[in-house]
């Protein structure tokens, strides 16, 4: 019998969820995921917030009275979420946004986001090259390789001192064509886990400007850092300078919706009339021609926690709780990697939910097979996925894969 399929090519599996399956089925009882970058409590559990429960509850409660259209979301996703994506990324003072110069369309999450920024960017505006930082998030490559951009990198993680490369970083923007997209990780940079200062900050985007680069910010991590301010420092100097730029922002980590697939992306243009014309071209060439319209439930939840001072306020309260708990562990993890002589004040300065040990492959995959100690084979590890009863354990391993 003939196989059309059988002309596939076989492509390369997704590197953090098959290392999630490798945990899952791996029987050994002492195990550690430090792998995909999921929070999880002390206890190793994800649940949703209170917060969002507590608007489950109410969502029930209007849909049992009759209260709820149940029919589809407009394509461009719901309003009033809409509404208060810029409020939280850009704030209420935004130039840009007092300017009538934002435009937001709900998304599948900060991929999804990542996405149609990609697509409209490459496919509807013609540019043909991204820089990412050199690492990056390795699912960067695949979205801006299938939209169509040719991708280059920028020197980021110094490896001999584990810091920012800033020098040779600001030399290659120099060397970066005008109209390049170049793409940042506004804070809590996946994986490094290294940011720059604010001053640092204020110098890049000086040269962006100056080069006639395209900023794309990658917002995953809100409020995992420092805070929900602190942690959106470039895009709001990017606001202030009057520039042009897309953010791809996520709920996914912030607000615990890693499974209801809720994001945006945010236009900010300087021209309303273009600016329009990108959002409908997204509209009718990207999004209804693949999933049509966004999904409700997550969306009608951070609406009203962000829309309502006092549920917003809880919100930031819990969040702010995962956030001290990232703070804390890395505290811990520094503390039992220096007392057994190992060098860990990288550590103790980087960001947000991830550690760059500085592990080189072999060592990762002597920790997974001696071990069963989980981390992507760069040497990045989730700190969420430590807690007190193993971080002894993980701290003993690592010593003995040093070795
Ligand atoms: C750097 C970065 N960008 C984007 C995302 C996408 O998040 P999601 O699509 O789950 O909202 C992630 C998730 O891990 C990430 O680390």
Redesign the pocket.
């Known amino acids: 019998m003939v196989s059309f399929l059988s002309t596939l090519q076989e492509a390369t599996p997704d590197p953090?969820f098959v290392l999630n399956d490798l945990y899952s089925k791996d029987p050994k009882k002492e195990k550690v995921n430090l792998g995909?970058?999921?929070y999880r409590t002390e206890e190793g559990k994800t649940p949703l917030m209170s917060v969002f429960l507590d608007e489950l509850v109410a969502f029930i409660e209007r849909a049992r009275a009759g209260e709820i259209n149940a029919g589809y979301l407009g394509i461009e996703g719901l309003a009033s979420f809409r509404a208060e994506v810029p409020r939280l990324v850009l704030s209420d003072e935004s130039r840009a946004l007092k300017e009538g110069r934002v435009q937001v369309i709900q998304?599948?999450?900060?991929?999804?986001?990542?996405f149609l920024g990609a697509k409209l960017l490459a496919q509807e505006l013609s540019f043909k090259q991204v820089f990412v930082s050199d690492p990056?998030?390795s699912?960067?490559m695949n979205i801006f390789d299938r939209a169509g951009f040719q991708i280059s990198t920028y020197p980021y993680r110094d490896i001999e001192t584990n810091e920012l490369a800033f020098d040779r970083m600001l030399s290659a923007i120099k060397e970066m064509p005008r109209g390049s997209v170049i793409l940042f990780?506004p804070s809590?940079?996946?994986?490094t886990g290294i940011d720059p200062t604010e001053a640092q900050w204020a110098e890049i985007l000086d040269l962006v400007h100056k080069q006639e680069l395209f900023p794309f910010f990658?917002?995953?991590?809100q409020g995992l850092g420092e805070g929900v301010e602190e942690d959106v420092f470039p895009i709001r100097a990017a606001d202030s300078m009057g520039l042009e730029f897309l953010v791809?922002v996520?709920?996914?980590?912030n607000l615990s919706?890693?499974q209801q697939?809720?994001?945006a992306l945010m236009v900010v243009g300087n021209e309303k009339d273009a600016l329009h014309n990108g959002v409908e071209v997204v509209k009718a060439r990207v999004i209804r021609a693949s999933y049509s319209n966004p999904p409700a439930l997550g969306a009608t939840g951070a609406a009203a926690i962000m829309s309502d001072e006092k549920k917003k306020q809880a919100w930031l309260l819990e969040l702010k709780e995962i956030r001290d708990r990232l703070k804390e562990v890395r505290g811990k993890f520094v503390g039992a990697l220096s007392k057994r002589g190992l060098a860990s004040e990288h550590i103790a300065k980087q960001k947000g939910?991830f550690s760059y040990t500085g592990l080189s492959k072999t060592q990762v995959l002597e920790l997974r097979d001696k071990y069963s100690i989980y981390m992507t084979t760069d040497g990045r590890a989730n700190l969420a996925g430590l807690n007190n009863s193993n971080i002894d354990y993980v701290a003993d391993a690592i010593f003995d894969c040093s070795k």
């Open positions: 953090f995909i970058g999921i998304s599948l999450g900060g991929t999804g986001g990542m990056t998030w699912n960067h990780h809590c940079h996946n994986p990658d917002c995953a991590y791809a996520s709920f996914s980590k919706l890693y697939r809720l994001g939910m």
